[in-house]
């Protein structure tokens, strides 16, 4: 059967997701640089951006959960796979019959993979409080005769460069590995890399940066990644005094043409940015105009007298205006992008 043509698409720059983690290789120094490509890889599809990711030279991917690993398949040699949340009793028959590491997380998990003899991440939490062993636990003993490859630690405030958390966690951190055997030590993520050479130990774990969000103070240049369009599904001309969208939230000052897309928060565009977003034809803006629905969202297109009905806008996804814009995180507005698009990879 054939498929039906997309009505929108996701598109996927592979040459800029290869050179932002170039950059951040290189801002690494003489550390590894993994990647997380968790959640689909940060909603752009894991399995292409592992891909191109370990095309480029990476031997460190992250994700959070064994489905990902499942849903991953094959991955070059000499590449390590990590998951983030560990490995419960009931996982480890999965996690042993395929080629990833649990990061253990908790006094349970470590007991329980002691028995497996294989080698293991660990995660220590060093003021986060979100997900690791608490130093008291990583120093009782509790790790001896575990044979830990990465010990990790994750990093609560690295967007913010003069917090004092992040020296206080690295020290933290830094006391911690001294009293406990390890092949290599990791600590931080996008933003953390910006931090310096402190920082990069011997793994970091870039994510949102090399989709090209975040703002990682001193690397630069990252360049954007994901793109959007839409296809028009009617255009209309309205009258000045005409309102557009549920709750008649817009309405027209001019003859006005819209146009009506087939996007909408289902596909994770979101609803915040009701008389916000903005689409382009051919370097013309056209304003978004009333509500973003499930399915549809409406531009205003009088200023570009040349699109049709069946054409394709160009949705501005711009990371940074659209978190600006709508409120939500650039890391919500990328794993937010739903299933419906066809992701196209160049
Ligand atoms: C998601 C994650 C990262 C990547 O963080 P970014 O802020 O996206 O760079 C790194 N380490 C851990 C433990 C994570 O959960």
Excluded at 112 to 133: E, Y
Aim: proline share 6%; glycine share 10%; with cysteine.
């Amino acid at each position: 059967m054939q498929t039906p043509p997309p009505n929108a698409f996701l598109t996927v720059d592979t040459a800029a997701l290869a050179a932002n983690w170039r950059v951040f290789a290189a801002a690494s120094g003489p550390a590894d640089c993994g990647a997380a490509i968790k959640a689909n890889g940060y909603g752009l599809g894991a399995r292409e951006v592992a891909d191109t990711l370990t095309a480029a030279g990476c031997r460190d991917l992250f994700v959070a959960q064994w489905q990902e690993v499942a849903a991953l398949g094959l991955l070059p040699q000499g590449v390590r796979l990590a998951v983030l949340h560990g490995a419960d009793a009931a996982d480890i028959p999965f996690a042993l019959s395929i080629n990833a590491v649990p990061v253990l997380v908790t006094p349970a998990q470590v007991a329980a993979w002691k028995s497996t003899g294989r080698p293991c991440d660990v995660m220590i939490d060093t003021g986060l409080n979100r997900l690791g062993l608490a130093p008291a636990d990583a120093l009782s003993g509790l790790l001896d005769n575990l044979e830990i490859h990465t010990l990790h630690s994750h990093l609560a405030c690295s967007e913010d460069r003069a917090h004092q958390l992040n020296e206080t966690q690295r020290r933290t951190f830094a006391e911690i590995c001294s009293k406990i055997p390890a092949r290599r030590l990791a600590l931080a993520n996008s933003a953390g890399i910006g931090l310096g050479a402190p920082y990069h130990l011997g793994l970091t774990r870039p994510g949102i940066g090399l989709y090209g969000g975040g703002q990682s103070p001193g690397i630069m240049p990252l360049q954007p990644v994901a793109a959007l369009s839409a296809r028009i599904l009617q255009i209309r001309d309205i009258a000045p005094g005409a309102c557009v969208g549920y709750g008649a939230t817009f309405t027209a000052a001019r003859p006005t043409r819209l146009a009506t897309t087939a996007l909408g928060y289902a596909d994770g565009y979101p609803r915040a940015l009701s008389n916000h977003g903005r689409a382009h034809v051919a370097g013309i803006p056209c304003p978004l105009v009333g509500r973003v629905s499930m399915d549809l969202t409406i531009f205003d297109v009088t200023d570009a007298p040349q699109v049709a009905e069946g054409s394709f806008l160009d949705i501005d996804f711009d990371l940074a205006e659209t978190a600006a814009a709508s409120g939500h995180s650039e890391y919500e507005l990328l794993t937010g992008l739903g299933a419906r698009y066809a992701r196209i990879y160049r």
